[in-house]
C-alpha cells in the first residue's frame, strides 16, 4: 500500500506539472475518441433548432397547424402544442438520463452509447413519417430518450479518459458540438424555407440519419474508461485501456501507465473511505450534497438565464417583425458566432478559471437582457433590427462563458464514484427547467397568448441576476485539480470563493489499512503547515 500511496502521489505531481501540449501529445488518441463520441450531441442541437425553428415555417404551419384568421400568419402551431412538443424531447431525455445512470454504470460507456446510437436511427422514423401533432409528440418523446443518454454519457467519458489539463477542453466540446448542430439546423432550414411542400420539413428530420453510423463505427474503436474499469476491480484491463488512450511514441517522459492507474485505484479507495456509494441516494449523503446542489444549479442556470431566446431565435426574430427570410439569416449569424465563443472561451478557461468566467458572464448576460426589455418598448421596425443585434452580442457572450464553461464543472465537481449519476441528476435538474421554460416560453412570445415579445427580458434579467447571486456565494474554483485533491477540498467544507487559494494534498501513507491523506492549511492563513488526518 505505501508503494501504491506514492506512486499516485508521483502520478499526480506528473500529470499537474504537464503542459496542454504535451498533455495532448501523451494522450492523442484519448482526444479522438472523446470528439467522437460527444460528436452525437450534434444531433440534440440539430433537433432543438429544427423544432423550435419549424413553428415560423409557413409549409410546417400549413400541415400541421390551426388556421389564425391573420392574412400575415394564416396559420399557427398552438401554444399548447408547441409547449408539448418542445417538451416531449425533455420528457423522453429525462427517462433516457435515469436509464444511462444505471445501465452505464453496469455495462459500461460504449455498449450504452452502440444501444442508443441503434435506438435513435429507429426513432427518428416517427417524425419523419409524422401525419399529425400526435404522431411528432410521441417521435420527440422517443428520440429524446437516447438524447437523454448522449448528454451525461459524452461529458463523463470525456472527464474520464483525459487528464486534468484537457479536461476542461474535451468536456466543453460537448457544447461546442451544441453549437454545431445549431448552425447545421439553422443551414438547412434557410436552405429549404422557400419550398412548400412536404419535403420542407421532412428532409430535415431525415438529415438526422446522417450521425449514428459513423459515430458507431468509431465507438467500436474506443476503448473503456480506464477509471469505470478501476471502479469495477478491473485493474489490468484499465491498464490496457489507458495505454488504447495515449501514445507510446510521444508520451511525456513524467507519464507512467502504472503510477497513473495507482492515482486511479487510490482515488477510488479514498472515495469508498469517505463513504461515497455509487447509487443515487449517494448523491444526497454527507459531503457529496453541496457537490450535488453545486452541479444540479450550475447546469440549471444554463436554462434559468434566458437562453430560451436562442432556442427560439428564429421564431422571436419573425414575431418581432422581421420576414421570414431575415429571421433566419439572423439566426445563422447568431450561431455562427456562439461557435466562435465556444472556442474562445477555450483560451479563456485556462487563464480566468471557471468560477470568473461564470460569475462575469452571467452579470453581461443580466445587463443584455435589461436592455432587450427596455427596447422592446417601442414596435418600430428598428427596435426589431436592434433586439436582434443584442441576441447576437448575448449569443457570442452565453457561449463563450455559461454555455461551456458549465459542461467542465459538472464532469469536474462530482466524486469519480458517483459521476455519472450526479451529471443525470444535474442534466434532469436542467431539463425540468427546460419543461417550465418550454411551457411559458411559447406563450410569451406567441402573438395568441401573452405576446410579451422581447418585454420578456425583463423577466430573464431578473431570473439571471439571482442566477449571478447564487454562483458568486456557492460555486466553487476546480481549475488545476485532480480529482483526489477535490475530494479532500469538499470534505474539509472549503468555501466556494477560497477554493483556488486552499493548498492541498491527498497522498500519503498507509495506516492501519485506512487510507491517510496529508494536507496543508490555506497558505494566507497559517502559512503552509502541514498536519495528518485519517479517514
Not at 65 to 90: E, F, M, R, V
Amino acid at each position: 500500500m505505501p508503494n501504491l500511496m506514492n506512486e499516485a502521489k508521483d502520478a499526480t505531481d506528473n500529470e499537474k506539472s504537464m503542459s496542454i501540449g504535451q498533455a495532448f501529445k501523451t494522450y492523442p488518441k484519448a482526444v479522438m475518441f472523446s470528439m467522437i463520441l460527444s460528436t452525437a450531441i450534434i444531433m440534440e442541437g440539430y433537433d432543438v433548432v429544427l423544432l423550435a425553428n419549424f413553428y415560423a415555417f409557413p409549409s410546417f404551419n400549413a400541415r400541421y397547424g390551426s388556421p389564425t384568421g391573420d392574412p400575415k400568419n394564416p396559420y399557427q402551431i398552438p401554444a399548447p402544442w408547441q409547449a408539448g412538443l418542445s417538451n416531449g424531447a425533455n420528457v423522453g431525455e429525462i427517462l433516457g438520463l435515469f436509464i444511462n445512470g444505471i445501465v452505464s454504470e453496469r455495462y459500461g460507456y460504449r455498449k450504452t452509447m452502440i444501444v442508443s446510437l441503434v435506438a435513435v436511427i429507429c426513432f427518428i422514423f416517427i417524425p419523419f413519417f409524422a401525419k399529425n401533432l400526435i404522431d411528432l409528440q410521441i417521435g420527440e418523446i422517443l428520440c429524446g430518450i437516447p438524447w437523454g443518454v448522449f448528454q451525461t454519457l459524452t461529458t463523463a467519458y470525456a472527464s474520464e479518459v483525459c487528464p486534468t489539463q484537457l479536461r476542461a477542453y474535451l468536456t466543453t466540446y460537448v457544447n461546442l458540438c451544441w453549437v454545431i448542430g445549431q448552425l447545421i439546423g439553422s443551414g438547412v432550414l434557410r436552405a429549404l424555407v422557400t419550398r412548400s411542400d412536404q419535403w420542407s420539413y421532412r428532409i430535415p428530420f431525415a438529415i438526422q440519419w446522417i450521425w449514428p453510423v459513423p459515430i458507431i463505427i468509431g465507438v467500436l474503436f474506443a476503448p473503456e474508461s480506464p477509471w469505470w474499469l478501476i471502479r469495477k476491480g478491473r485493474t489490468e484491463d484499465a491498464k490496457k485501456a489507458l495505454l488504447s488512450l495515449t501514445s507510446a511514441k510521444n508520451a511525456d517522459e513524467s507519464f507512467n501507465v502504472d503510477q497513473t492507474i495507482a492515482m486511479m485505484v487510490t482515488t477510488n479507495e479514498l472515495e469508498k473511505a469517505l463513504e461515497s456509494g455509487t447509487g443515487y441516494w449517494d448523491c444526497f449523503k454527507g459531503i457529496d450534497l453541496r457537490r450535488t446542489e453545486i452541479v444540479c444549479v450550475t447546469w440549471s442556470i444554463q436554462n434559468l438565464c434566458g437562453s430560451a431566446f436562442m432556442g427560439y431565435s428564429t421564431y422571436f426574430y419573425e414575431q418581432a417583425g422581421l420576414p421570414t427570410v431575415d429571421a433566419f439569416d439572423m439566426s445563422m449569424a447568431q450561431y455562427a458566432i456562439g461557435f466562435i465563443g465556444t472556442v474562445g472561451s477555450w483560451f479563456l478557461m485556462s487563464r480566468a478559471g471557471r468560477r470568473t468566467l461564470y460569475t462575469y458572464g452571467l452579470a453581461l448576460l443580466t445587463l443584455l437582457l435589461l436592455l432587450i426589455g427596455l427596447i422592446s418598448i417601442s414596435n418600430s421596425k428598428g427596435a426589431s433590427w436592434g433586439i436582434g443585434s443584442l441576441l447576437l452580442v448575448y449569443t457570442f457572450t452565453y457561449d463563450i462563458t455559461v454555455g461551456p464553461v458549465c459542461y467542465s464543472l459538472v464532469a469536474e465537481i462530482p466524486s469519480t464514484r458517483l459521476k455519472t449519476k450526479s451529471i443525470v441528476l444535474a442534466r434532469n435538474v436542467y431539463n425540468v427547467v427546460g419543461i417550465v421554460n418550454g411551457v411559458i416560453v411559447p406563450y410569451m412570445l406567441n402573438p395568441t397568448a401573452w405576446n410579451w415579445r422581447g418585454k420578456a427580458g425583463f423577466f430573464w434579467a431578473g431570473m439571471c441576476a439571482l442566477c449571478w447571486l447564487w454562483t458568486y456565494f456557492r460555486l466553487p474554483e476546480p481549475r488545476g485539480r485532480t480529482y483526489g485533491e477535490l475530494d479532500i477540498l469538499f470534505e474539509r467544507g472549503v468555501a466556494a470563493r477560497k477554493f483556488a487559494g486552499t493548498d492541498v494534498s491527498p497522498w500519503a501513507s498507509e495506516g492501519e489499512g485506512d487510507i491517510a491523506r496529508v494536507e496543508s492549511d490555506e497558505k494566507t492563513a497559517l502559512g503552509g503547515g502541514v498536519h495528518v488526518e485519517k479517514a
